[in-house]
């Protein structure tokens, strides 16, 4: 969504995932305007206050004036907030609408409080988190405050996205081989050997794939115009390539429309039927194909490729030289010494939970005996009285 979404995904609205020919393009970006105002869930930013973000940005966006400023301002004054300052110059209109949103959001933010406080109950109120993103002290204005704290907030969550996704990733590996392991460790002899067969020739079967283009090189580029787009060979243009893929028509590569360019790349190494492919896998290997791209192209980091920057990158000597892409399946997830870290712990883990558990039994069988000491002197109660004095 323009230059502010140097908050990376900040505006990945759309949600197609292949590219369409140039006619239904047209037809679909007629449609998306609807779809952007009534979704407001497909960001896909995991921010709490998304929806608030979407109608700050998109009520700057429809001041014309606002918008040419962010387009030419640079990225360290959009990320440091500094760009908050041309909000003393927007359509009185504009501010009006960001004022009602602003109240908005409070009143959101005041019955999640109270819902907190009701659901612990007992809980110091000064303790619960204020949230950063918005400016308490003024509760009935959209000021430049509010600009600068929703952009500083913005950026900063979202640089940890990919570090935390990676972080993620490495973990479902390390689980994923540990669980291996523990399964092995309860079979005999034969069938552990049978099972270690198994997996290495589903490791073997998965590497059996054809080379993988280097994304975002002409020869990668190529292969979808010809196999996605459905068009001829001799005909391949980077600049009508570029306009075939910017579908919400703005002139920028957002993530979602970077991303959907490597579904070619993506089938080549990961079949949904195929029980030695990892869908958790291509999922990250597409992640890491959009840095990969981005870091390449984008040359201001605002997280968007511009119809300038593209053609800029197809101008250097990379662009024609495809020196392929080195995937998951050749790369060192984690060190052994990252492994057996893991070991420790998960062991550590369960072995409190065998500990409690062992507790519990303990516990339960003390009050069985308790019960049936119970049953014992009532019954003797009964027979006692049943005989009578002697």
């Given at each position: 969504?323009?230059?502010?979404?140097?908050?990376?995904?900040?505006?990945?609205?759309?949600?197609?995932?292949?590219?369409?020919?140039?006619?239904?393009?047209?037809?679909?970006?007629?449609?998306?305007?609807k779809e952007a105002e009534e979704g407001g869930e497909d960001w896909e930013l995991n921010l709490e206050y998304g929806r608030y973000l979407k109608e700050v940005v998109q009520a700057l966006e429809s001041d014309p004036s606002f918008r040419k400023k962010l387009e030419t301002a640079e990225v360290d004054d959009i990320k440091s907030g500094k760009i908050a300052r041309e909000?003393?110059?927007?359509d009185h209109n504009v501010r009006t609408k960001l004022d009602e949103l602003k109240r908005r959001e409070l009143e959101r933010l005041r019955?999640?409080?109270?819902?907190?406080?009701?659901?612990?109950?007992?809980?110091?109120?000064?303790?619960?988190?204020?949230?950063?993103?918005?400016?308490?002290?003024?509760?009935?204005?959209?000021?430049?405050?509010?600009?600068?704290?929703?952009?500083?907030?913005t950026t900063e969550d979202l640089e940890k996205v990919d570090a935390q996704r990676r972080e993620d990733f490495k973990?479902?590996?390390?689980?994923?081989?540990?669980?291996?392991?523990?399964?092995?460790?309860?079979?005999?002899?034969?069938?552990?050997?049978?099972?270690?067969?198994?997996?290495?020739?589903?490791?073997?079967?998965?590497k059996q794939h054809e080379k993988l283009h280097h994304p975002g090189s002409k020869q990668q580029l190529e292969e979808v115009w010809e196999e996605q787009d459905h068009m001829k060979?001799?005909?391949?243009?980077?600049?009508?390539?570029?306009?075939?893929?910017?579908?919400?028509?703005?002139?920028?590569?957002?993530?979602?429309?970077?991303?959907a360019l490597f579904k070619k790349e993506l089938d080549k190494m990961y079949d949904p039927n195929a029980s030695e492919d990892d869908m958790n896998e291509r999922y990250e290997e597409m992640e890491r194909m959009r840095e990969h791209v981005f870091k390449e192209s984008?040359?201001?980091?605002?997280?968007?490729?511009s119809f300038d920057e593209?053609?800029?990158?197809?101008?250097?000597?990379?662009?024609?030289q495809d020196g392929g892409w080195q995937g998951l399946d050749e790369q060192e997830l984690y060190s052994q010494q990252e492994y057996e870290a893991y070991q420790r712990q998960r062991e550590e883990e369960i072995r409190r939970l065998v500990e409690a558990g062992a507790v519990s039994?303990?516990?339960?069988?003390?009050?069985?005996?308790?019960?049936?000491?119970?049953?014992?002197?009532?019954?003797?109660?009964?027979?006692?009285?049943?005989?009578?004095?002697?």
């Open positions: 969504m323009r230059a502010l979404l140097i908050l990376a995904a900040l505006l990945a609205l759309s949600t197609v995932t292949l590219a369409l020919p140039v006619k239904e393009k047209k037809e679909e970006h007629k449609e998306e305007p909000l003393h110059f927007v019955h999640l409080a109270i819902k907190e406080y009701e659901k612990e109950t007992g809980v110091n109120r000064n303790l619960l988190k204020i949230p950063a993103h918005v400016d308490h002290v003024n509760p009935n204005r959209f000021e430049v405050e509010d600009l600068k704290k929703l952009i500083v907030k973990k479902y590996e390390l689980e994923k081989e540990y669980d291996r392991q523990h399964e092995l460790q309860g079979m005999d002899e034969e069938h552990r050997n049978q099972a270690d067969q198994k997996h290495n020739e589903e490791v073997k079967k998965h060979a001799e005909d391949f243009d980077p600049k009508t390539f570029f306009h075939l893929h910017d579908l919400d028509g703005n002139g920028y590569w957002d993530e979602m429309e970077v991303k984008d040359v201001n980091r605002d997280s968007l490729i593209f053609v800029e990158q197809t101008r250097k000597t990379e662009f024609e039994i303990i516990y339960f069988c003390y009050l069985a005996v308790q019960v049936c000491v119970e049953i014992q002197w009532i019954s003797l109660t009964i027979c006692r009285y049943d005989k009578g004095p002697n």
